[in-house]
Nanobody, 121 residues
Framework: QVQLVESGGGLVQPGGSLRLSCAASGRIFSIYDMGWYRQAPGKQRELVASITVGGTVTYADSVKGRFTISRDNAKNAVYLQMNSLKPEDTATFYC???????????????WGQGTQVTVSS
């Protein structure tokens, strides 16, 4: 009924940039908060950045000043611009959206499949 599809991951050198995109589609009634999480091998999944429907943003301390989250409500999309990438940013990045479907009108969290980001020289 609802699908979140991420794109934009890849291999980049330290100091480089990537832009991640996530678009939600399906029987969506309304989308609320959206965010990006990441998980490195052997570590827990952590919040990278989130943004409310009104545009209020939250960042992990480790990415402040380097990453920028944004959204396009008309497209049900969220983006993550990542600059000055470091090897420790290497992880699988996941998109999350809190939304209500047309069928249930209940607010629930939905996750994308993940996109790999590798920062290495």
């Amino acid at each position: 009924q609802v699908q979140l599809v991420e794109s934009g991951g890849g291999l980049v050198q330290p100091g480089g940039s990537l832009r991640l995109s996530c678009a939600a589609s399906g029987r969506i009634f309304s989308i609320y908060d959206m965010g990006w999480y990441r998980q490195a091998p052997g570590k827990q999944r952590e919040l990278v950045a989130s943004i409310t429907v009104g545009g209020t943003v939250t960042y992990a301390d480790s990415v402040k000043g380097r990453f920028t989250i944004s959204r396009d409500n008309a497209k049900n999309a969220v983006y993550l611009q990542m600059n000055s990438l470091k090897p420790e940013d290497t992880a699988t990045f996941y998109c999350k959206a809190r939304l209500a479907t047309i069928t249930t009108r209940i607010r629930e969290d939905y996750w994308g499949q993940g996109t790999q980001v590798t920062v290495s020289s």
